[in-house]
């Protein structure tokens, strides 16, 4: 029960890659010392988590560890930055497959309650209710290139530039790694002058709405694969609601998710 849990929760190939960032385990100088339990158990108990919604203290026993040995890694790895590295390293499998689309990528954001912690204020759109907020960056495939969090109340807009920086350089079938969008598509939420031209003067084309002259229904032929993207806390229970005080945490947990969405892609 165990191992065929520990499997199918982290598939061989995404734990190879995990075990390329994840740091080593700490060396006690007079040796002893508690022992220290598998990565891969931990790994797996971390996409238990994240996909299921439930709590650390509500794992299962078939991964073989405690609810505070697995939160306790999670917390490690977070600070070591494990999670951005790993989104980044399936990244890099997908684009030297040639799995991913830079033709047409699109930003967009969805809001989720929040009970406490940094980086929430309150959501215009659920009646002032206090909530985090989850901006992306898509390719044309619906796979997450980039990835930020923001209290509910921060314009989109201010996203935008740090979002398209945060691109990391992916590798490509063939030729230089890739970081920048052919063009990029958003809604009204977008449509400012200095944006236009930022994105213009890196070479980026644009097809963000404008404000008061057309609907953001024009852009649904393109900017439906964003759209479907940002329903994934459907998929991923931990990000119904935001449960972490901490925004590196929650940071954290979209990291997953989005890795886990590549991960699939990679895996068909």
Known sequence: MTAALVERMAPDDLWTLLQRVVPPAPVHPQGGGPRRRGDREVLASIIFVATS??????????????????????TEWTEAWVWAKL???????????????????AIDSVSVRALKGQLTGPNPTDRGKKGSKIHLIVDRRRLPLSIGISAA????????IPLVRGIPPIRSRSGPRRRQPGKLHGDKGYDYRHLRQWLASRGIRHRLAHKGIESSRHLSRHRWVVERTVSWPSGRRRLHRRYERKPEHFLAFTAIAATLICHRRLAK
Do not use: I, M, Y
């Not at 919604?53 to 999670?74: I, Y």
């Not at 109340?153 to 935008?160: G, I, K, R, T, W």
């Open 153 to 160: 109340n921060l314009h989109d807009s201010q996203a935008l």
């Open 53 to 74: 919604g439930c709590t650390w203290n509500q794992l299962p026993p078939g991964f073989g560890l405690s609810g505070v040995t697995a939160f306790g890694r999670f």
């Open 87 to 105: 989104h980044r390293l399936v990244l890099d499998e997908l684009g030297s497959r040639g799995g991913l689309d830079w033709s047409r990528c």
